[in-house]
């Protein structure tokens, strides 16, 4: 099983949808979480932490299933400027060196 | 937006040549990382610092080698560039982690899109 998992998507969802990802993580040791955004050719930059069952951040909401080993994102309203990609970044357990997944991508149409 | 910076931003080299990027901070973060990022593979880590003068190797670090004389700069050099080489580098940098997280929150830099012919 590799370390981070994540479905690549593309989702393609219309403006004001509800969208949700999942990403599973290998490592029973993770105790915090991190998704982050990455536009088109950027750089990726923090959305949420989560370092409890899960976080909320306006539209955004991180929640953490540690039995079965996933942490969704759940985007509410959707706007165009979600479109990007997500990364989901489990803590090493112990390390600094952070595993990041591939990233799922999201497409936000008119 | 945290003191991160890339050079160059954009180079075309020929096989066989050495290249050297620079990474470059303002913020004092102990830790400072080099990526690679290519389609279908996401995010890969090459080498990564824990301090000025201590490195190690990430998971591609085949053909690169790194070097950090002072806090502020990281450098990665690939001894001689191949086709395969080509790719997006990023770097990035962190603070010495605190509390529950053994990770902190990494800061990326622009990224350097590296072109090998």
């Known amino acids: 099983r590799k370390e981070v998992e994540q479905d690549p998507g593309p989702f393609n969802v219309p403006e004001g949808a509800t969208v949700a990802f999942n990403c599973t993580y290998s490592?029973?040791?993770?105790?915090?979480f991190f998704w982050y955004r990455q536009d088109c050719r950027k750089e990726p930059k923090l959305l949420m932490s989560v370092y409890s069952s899960g976080n909320e951040d306006g539209r955004f909401t991180a929640q953490l299933n540690r039995a079965s080993q996933y942490i969704s994102l759940l985007i509410r309203d959707s706007k165009l400027s979600d479109s990007a990609t997500y990364l989901c970044v489990p803590s090493s357990g112990g390390s600094y060196i952070p595993t990041f997944g591939r990233g799922t991508s999201l497409i936000v149409h008119p | 937006d945290a003191g991160i910076t890339q050079s160059p931003r954009h180079k075309v080299t020929e096989t066989g040549t050495p290249v050297t990027l620079r990474c470059h901070q303002t913020?004092?973060?102990?830790?400072m990382y080099w990526y690679r990022q290519d389609p279908g593979h996401g995010l890969r880590l090459i080498h990564y610092s824990y301090g000025v003068k201590d490195t190690d190797k990430g998971e591609v670090s085949d053909g690169y080698s790194v070097s950090r004389s002072k806090t502020e700069d990281f450098l990665l050099t690939l001894e001689s560039a191949t086709s395969s080489q080509t790719s997006v580098y990023f770097c990035?940098?962190?603070?010495?982690?605190?509390?529950?997280?053994?990770?902190?929150?990494?800061?990326f830099g622009p990224g350097t899109r590296l072109t090998v012919l």
């Open positions: 490592n029973s040791a993770s105790q915090s």
């Open positions: 990035a940098i962190s603070e010495e982690s605190v509390g529950l997280s053994s990770y902190n929150e990494q800061f």
């Open positions: 913020e004092n973060h102990r830790y």
